[in-house]
C-alpha cells in the first residue's frame, strides 16, 4: 500500500462509496486483499455502514450526539 499513489487511493474510495458493489469491484480493480482494501478505506475516514452495509464516510455514522449508532446518514430515522 505504501506503493500506492495518491490517486489510485482516491479512485478507490470513489468507487468503493459510489456503487452498491463497490468493494467488491474496488477489491478487482486494486488487487488488495479485504483486509487491506479495509485499512486503506479506514485511512481515508470510510467505513462500512452496519445498519445499511453501504460504505460512507465515518462522521455519517454518528448521530446527533456524536455517538454511534449502527446507522448512516442513509438509513437513519
Ligand atoms: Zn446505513
Given amino acids: 500500500m505504501a506503493h500506492m ?4 487511493v482516491v479512485d478507490l474510495v470513489e468507487t ?3 456503487y452498491a458493489n463497490g468493494f467488491d ?3 478487482v480493480s486494486s488487487a488488495l486483499s479485504k483486509a487491506e482494501l479495509k ?3 479506514l485511512d481515508e475516514n470510510v467505513e462500512q455502514c452496519p445498519g445499511c452495509r453501504w ?3 465515518s462522521s455519517e455514522l454518528l448521530n ?3 455517538k454511534i449508532d449502527g446507522h448512516c446518514e442513509n438509513c437513519r430515522d
Fill in 5 to 8: 499513489k495518491r490517486q489510485t
Fill in 55 to 57: 460504505w460512507v464516510d
Fill in 64 to 66: 446527533e450526539d456524536d
Fill in 39 to 41: 485499512d486503506l478505506l
Fill in 25 to 27: 469491484r474496488a477489491l
Fill in 16 to 18: 468503493v462509496v459510489g
